[in-house]
């Protein structure tokens, strides 16, 4: 009974490359959430989503960032022309639909150089 | 404002000594309430959570939380530390009470001196 698997888990991108992050999530989990860790803060809420729907897009920067769970498949976090800013740890977990139990994963840390 | 403080930064315990780390929330409704610990270069493990019922939860590795409703707090406390509790501590808040996002606060580093 595998957990929240995230791959890869370092990434690293030349400034203007993109990313994609993977997340599955665990079995009979159907929400998914992205979450970024900068160095030395807490985790900050990006994106809540279930199959095919993004249901909570308010922590996502307007530009550059977009995530996706298809209905076959593991979530993907992309960010398009990747800046150093972009450089950090992040973090997707999921969740029953009746909710209250996340699982997180390993984290995908990016490193922009 | 809605929020999650977690008002200590950093932390230093003697091993052996006790431990209590505070969180208070600013949401209207009684959320659910989490502790999650996180070692360096690692994710985060859910120590205990907090959904309805007996005020005092126990969860993993000898932590142990009381939430208090009248000052909205969920402080986490264990009795007496160990060299491999050093982590990083966050406190966490689905202010819905569903499978919505949850809030983390800003986190509380844990050293234990030998």
Redesign the interface.
């Known amino acids: 009974n595998a957990g929240v698997m995230q791959n890869p888990r370092h990434l690293v991108r030349r400034r203007g490359q993109e990313a994609r992050l993977r997340c599955s999530p665990m079995k009979g989990h159907s929400h998914v959430y992205w979450y970024r860790q900068l160095p030395e803060e807490g985790l900050k809420f990006m994106v809540y989503l279930q199959k095919e729907n993004i249901i909570d897009e308010s922590g996502m920067p307007k530009e550059r960032f977009s995530a996706e769970f298809p209905k076959e498949g593991p979530s993907i976090l992309r960010i398009q022309q990747v800046v150093r800013g972009d450089s950090a740890a992040y973090f997707c977990a999921s969740s029953p639909p009746s909710g209250g139990g996340y699982t997180f994963g390993s984290g995908t840390r990016l490193t922009v150089v | 404002a809605q929020s999650v403080t977690q008002p200590d930064i950093h932390i230093t315990v003697s091993e052996g000594a006790s431990l209590e780390l505070r969180c208070n929330y600013s949401y209207g409704a009684t959320p659910?309430l989490?502790w999650?610990v996180q070692s360096p270069?690692?994710?985060?493990?859910?120590l205990l959570?907090y959904?309805s019922g007996d005020t005092l939860v126990q969860g993993i590795k000898g932590f142990e939380a009381e939430f208090k409703r009248s000052q909205s707090s969920f402080n986490l406390r264990k009795p007496s530390v160990h060299w491999s509790d050093a982590a990083e501590y966050?406190c966490a808040v689905?202010p819905y009470?569903?499978?919505?996002?949850?809030?983390?606060?800003?986190?509380t580093r844990l050293s234990i001196r030998p």
């Open positions: 659910y989490f999650y270069g690692q994710g985060l493990q859910l959570k959904f966050f689905d009470s569903s499978a919505s996002k949850i809030i983390f606060g800003s986190g």
